[in-house]
């Protein structure tokens, strides 16, 4: 049994961000961009050839059309640039918060105590959406939207070592191990 008391701060924000797959972000950010000048080009295209008709109720539903698809993968554009929305796949931290990793119920736990009552939360292995190692913490994707980050020096009981053998027994493929990972 492994167990880690956590309490998140910036350098667990800065792990989150790096471990974020990062490897197709040049394509979509091209992708992005070429589809934003793509429906810009074509309501200028529009614009030019329908601009002698007398009744332009057509060119201008035309021109809202591919002036709202144009924003809307902006808005996707810029999403991809920011790294502002890694803050919120943080779960909310306390002084009392354990995670405790085992075989036995198949699942991992994370025990939240408050002063009136305590609380557990069970994450089972096999729906676990990714989890990585780097130098000094595992990132652990409970989904794509919610991470767990554990640092190798917030174990308490049992180790690194540990807790990389049972994440790649349990999670097989969707555990990696980052270049440049020591225990």
Partial sequence: M?????TYTTEHLIALARAKNRRRLPFQIVFRAGCVAYFISLGVLVYWYFRELSNKTMVWVLLCFFAL?????????LKLLHIDDE???IPTTGENRLFVFG???GCFYELIRDENEDSRKNFRYELIHKA???????VIFIKPELA??????????GSPRELRELLSRKL????TVRKGAEL
């Fill in 132 to 138: 990585e190692e780097t130098d000094r913490f595992f």
């Fill in 87 to 89: 803050v919120k796949k």
């Fill in 103 to 105: 075989e036995e119920e």
């Fill in 69 to 77: 698809a144009a924003y809307s993968e902006t808005k996707k554009l």
């Fill in 2 to 6: 492994i167990k880690a008391h956590l």
């Fill in 172 to 175: 097989g493929s969707r555990f």
């Fill in 148 to 157: 767990c980050i554990v640092g190798k020096n917030e174990i308490v009981e």
